[in-house]
């Protein structure tokens, strides 16, 4: 008798301990600044995939804009599209539904998606930079270097790669055990949160986050940086100022969005090793997941010249096309 008491309560413990699905907090339970932070999203949300849909639709129709830059700005704008609609929707459906439940295969899914759109931003912009350094510091082999096939290929390795890091970090997670506790304080699923949440070793998991997790993340930075210290280097070196001018306004949409990007980022890390509320790990969250991809669209339409001329041809074709 006593062998099957211990048994039953074993499989009564293993039952109880076993967690299929988490809660999102998000920001707010007061039903008046739910509404607030519904309204505050809905616009953000549509303003970036209309802002980031705009630029990939003037792209793909102005022939002068096919050129390797734009190439990397359109995939650019459609991973911000997919970086936005992995977190918004859900947060906008637990406003209307009030279900702020998410099953854990969705928890990993949402995950997955994010880690991918983050590392691609990671990359493009690290391609970006060096599309800007062959242009500015090579600009008579730039047809030869930066040419549709290695264009091409850049972008899908870095799909690959992003793919297979991502993999990686999902699989080390769905590993995990999760007992009691399935309340997330965040509005999306977090690897960090949902390592806090884990009854297992989670050893493993912080190992490859720190080291090829920060190698996927620096690399990319490094890269930006050591390609504007040549074209720096190079346009210090044109006497003209004019010249100069002209090569820096080229990599000026890029850098403002490099630094909206980074800076975001390097905020939250560092707010991250500090001790602080859960509220402002979401807003920092919030600043790099959602603001970044709804504000880049912006930056590039209001700095560029082309892609201003391209987007009021278009705008303009359809006003007239309703007339």
């Keep these: 008798m006593l062998p099957d008491t211990v048994g039953l309560r074993l499989i009564s413990s293993i039952n109880q301990s076993s967690v ?15 509404q607030l932070f519904f309204l505050l999203f809905l616009i953000m949300y549509l ?5 980031n849909l705009l630029i990939m639709l003037a792209i793909s129709t102005d022939s002068r804009l096919h050129t390797p830059m734009y190439f990397f700005l359109s995939t650019l ?7 936005i609609s992995t ?42 930079a060096y599309d800007r350094y062959v242009a500015i510091c090579h600009p008579l082999d730039y047809t030869t270097k930066m040419n549709h096939q290695f264009c091409t290929l850049l972008v899908l390795g870095s799909w690959v790669v ?15 055990s999760f007992c009691g506790n399935n309340i997330i304080h965040h509005f999306f699923c977090d690897a960090t949160t949902l390592m806090k949440l884990s009854c297992s070793d989670t ?26 210290i040549y074209i720096t280097y190079t346009v210090l070196r044109v006497s003209s100022p004019r010249g100069g001018g002209k090569a820096f306004s080229t990599c000026g949409s890029h850098l403002a969005v490099v630094c909206l990007f980074y800076g975001t980022i390097i905020a939250e890390y560092f707010n991250a090793s500090s001790s602080h509320s859960d509220v ?32 009021r041809k278009i705008l303009t074709m359809r006003f007239l096309s309703k007339q």
């Design 203 to 228: 050893h493993l998991n912080k190992l490859m986050i720190h080291t090829e997790g920060s190698v996927v993340m620096v690399a990319p930075f490094v890269c930006i940086l050591v390609s504007y």
């Design 20 to 34: 299929s699905e988490f809660v999102l907090l998000g920001f707010s339970s007061q039903p008046e600044q739910q």
């Design 87 to 128: 977190t918004v929707p859900k947060v906008l459906a637990i406003y209307i539904l009030g279900n702020q439940t998410i099953s854990f295969s969705g928890c990993l899914t949402q995950l997955y998606f994010l880690c991918v759109s983050a590392d691609m931003d990671h990359f493009l912009l690290a391609v970006m």
């Design 280 to 311: 402002r790990d979401m807003v920092g969250a919030m600043m790099y997941t959602v603001v970044t991809p709804m504000l880049n669209p912006f930056i590039y339409s209001l700095r560029n010249r082309d892609m201003k001329w391209a987007l």
């Design 47 to 51: 303003a970036s995939v209309l802002g």
């Design 162 to 176: 992003a793919n297979l890091n991502c993999l990686l970090h999902i699989l080390l997670i769905a590993r995990l």
């Design 77 to 83: 704008s459609f991973v911000d599209v997919c970086f």
